[in-house]
């Protein structure tokens, strides 16, 4: 099985709203990631979390709040967010090793209001 | 340092033709080179990797590529375009750090009937 779950698939929210976008995997996958793609772009890597420690943060806003409970699960927490930040929200995971595989999950479409 | 560089952002070809989509990489050690595909609003599809075996991968839907190390290229390429091949494909180059993957800018591939 090499399926990456994302929930829910469209969210619509005001600026003064708080929402999360989850993420499961069970690969057994070590890495787990967010990337945030805008319409014809590529998509823009956020965090990284590597044996559930946050190992990468491409300087993200404060207003995104990652999480990593466990091995499987990984969260993003979304407060005052602006208009600018609606795109795709995409979860990926891998093993942490070379040449490892990233998969993709579907992704949630956020809409900022 | 590690980039990739899709030469083409779009590409038109007629239905049964071949498909070209080329891909450029900079690495400073031995690269892991993937692409993907992205149908819209859809999470991204794993097509094929290079990892240091076999210069000439094959992956699913009838697409390969060629590592070329002397070029620093990946072509990815198909015989005969169908119209479901119709999509966003991306190139991309996992190196010494293993949690990091950098994205082409993508390649659009229209496919006429």
Do not use: F, K, R, Y
């Given at each position: 099985d090499t399926e990456v779950t994302q929930t829910p698939k469209h969210l619509v929210m005001g600026m003064t709203n708080k929402k999360s976008l989850k993420c499961e995997q069970?690969?057994?996958?070590r890495a787990m990631y967010w990337y945030k793609q805008k319409a014809k772009k590529p998509p823009e890597l956020m965090f990284v979390y590597s044996y559930e420690k946050?190992?990468?943060?491409?300087?993200?806003?404060?207003r995104f709040s990652p999480e990593c409970p466990n091995s499987s699960l990984l969260n993003l927490h979304l407060h005052?967010?602006?208009?600018?930040?609606?795109a795709l929200y995409l979860c990926a995971s891998s093993q942490v090793r070379g040449g490892d595989t990233q998969y993709f999950g579907p992704g949630t479409r956020l809409t900022v209001l | 340092a590690q980039s990739v560089t899709q030469l083409d952002s779009h590409v038109s070809v007629s239905e049964g033709t071949p498909v070209l989509l080329r891909c450029n990489y900079s690495s400073s050690y031995s690269p892991s080179l993937f692409w993907y595909v992205q149908h819209p609003n859809k999470g991204l599809q794993l097509l094929l990797k290079y990892?240091?075996?076999?210069?000439l991968v094959k992956g699913i839907n009838g697409f390969e590529a060629e590592f070329k190390k002397s070029e620093t290229s990946f072509h990815l390429t198909k015989p005969s375009a169908h119209m479901s091949d119709a999509a966003e494909y991306f190139c991309v180059v996992n190196s010494y750090n293993f949690n990091k993957f950098y994205f082409g800018s993508g390649t659009k591939l229209n496919v006429k009937p």
């Open positions: 069970h690969m057994g996958h946050l190992s990468i943060n491409e300087s993200v806003p404060s005052a967010l602006q208009p600018e930040d609606s | 990892t240091s075996a076999a210069t």
